[in-house]
T-cell receptor
Framework: AQSVTQLGSHVSVSEGALVLLRCNYS??????LFWYVQYPNQGLQLLLK??????LVKGINGFEAEFKKSETSFHLTKPSAHMSDAAEYFC?????????????FGQGTTLQVKP | DSGVTQTPKHLITATGQRVTLRCSPR?????VYWYQQSLDQGLQFLIQ???????AKGNILERFSAQQFPDLHSELNLSSLELGDSALYFC???????????FGSGTRLTVV
C-alpha cells in the first residue's frame, strides 16, 4: 500500500531563509509525486509534480523538489522564503500505473514565515 | 478561480439530517474525486467517478453516497449526519488519471 510521511507538522523560517519541507513515501511501484499548497479558507493548489523523467522538478512560486528513489524522498525547497509562502503544504503520491487518479496525502506541514 | 465549482460554500445542519454537496468539474475533465478534510484525519479520499462510472472507493461511510451525472457534475450525499461529519469536503477533477488534479474551494459542513 502507498503512504506518505511529512516530517514536521510545523516549520518556521525567517523571511529570506531557505525553505525545506520533507516528504517520504512508500510505494511498491514507481510513484507519481505531488506537492500541493493550501492557503487559509481555500482549496488545494498544485505546486509541482513528478511523473517520469528529470528528477528535479520546478514548480510555481519558486519552489522545486527532487525525487530521490534511493531515499524514497520528495522534499520541497525554496531558496528564499517570502511572507506570502505562509500556508499549509501537502505531499501526495499516486500509484503511477494505477487505472485511477486516487492520491494519498500526507498529514500536511504548516509553514510559518517570520519577518 | 480553479474552474472546479463547489456549492454551497458553507452548510450548517443538525444531527440526523441529510445534505447534498454539488461539484461541477473543469470543462473537459471526466474524472471527479471527493475528499474529506478534518483536523484529526487530514485529507481522506472518499470516492472517484470517471465519466459517470464509479472508479475507486476510499474511506467512505455507508451513510455517504455519490454519483456523477451525464453532464459530468457530481453530487455527494451525506445522510444521518453526526457531529463527527463536520469537515471540509473537497471536490477535484482531472482530464488524465494519475497526473494530479484541480481542487475546488470546498464546502464547509458544520453539524450541530
Amino acid at each position: 500500500a502507498q503512504s506518505v510521511t511529512q516530517l514536521g507538522s510545523h516549520v518556521s523560517v525567517s523571511e529570506g531563509a531557505l525553505v525545506l519541507l520533507r516528504c517520504n513515501y512508500s510505494s511498491s511501484v514507481p510513484p507519481y509525486l505531488f506537492w500541493y499548497v493550501q492557503y487559509p479558507n481555500q482549496g488545494l493548489q498544485l505546486l509541482l509534480k513528478y511523473t517520469t523523467g528529470a528528477t528535479l522538478v520546478k514548480g510555481i512560486n519558486g519552489f522545486e523538489a527532487e525525487f530521490k528513489k534511493s531515499e524514497t524522498s520528495f522534499h520541497l525547497t525554496k531558496p528564499s522564503a517570502h511572507m506570502s509562502d505562509a500556508a499549509e503544504y501537502f505531499c501526495a503520491v499516486n500509484h503511477g500505473s494505477s487505472n485511477t487518479g486516487k492520491l494519498i496525502f500526507g498529514q500536511g506541514t504548516t509553514l510559518q514565515v517570520k519577518p | 478561480d480553479s474552474g472546479v465549482t463547489q456549492t454551497p460554500k458553507h452548510l450548517i445542519t443538525a444531527t440526523g439530517q441529510r445534505v447534498t454537496l454539488r461539484c461541477s468539474p473543469r470543462s473537459g475533465d471526466l474524472s471527479v474525486y471527493w475528499y474529506q478534510q478534518s483536523l484529526d484525519q487530514g485529507l481522506q479520499f472518499l470516492i472517484q467517478y470517471y465519466n459517470g462510472e464509479e472508479r475507486a472507493k476510499g474511506n467512505i461511510l455507508e451513510r455517504f453516497s455519490a454519483q456523477q451525472f451525464p453532464d459530468l457534475h457530481s453530487e455527494l450525499n451525506l445522510s444521518s449526519l453526526e457531529l463527527g461529519d463536520s469537515a471540509l469536503y473537497f471536490c477535484a477533477s482531472s482530464v488524465v488519471e494519475g497526473n494530479g488534479y484541480t481542487f475546488g474551494s470546498g464546502t464547509r459542513l458544520t453539524v450541530v
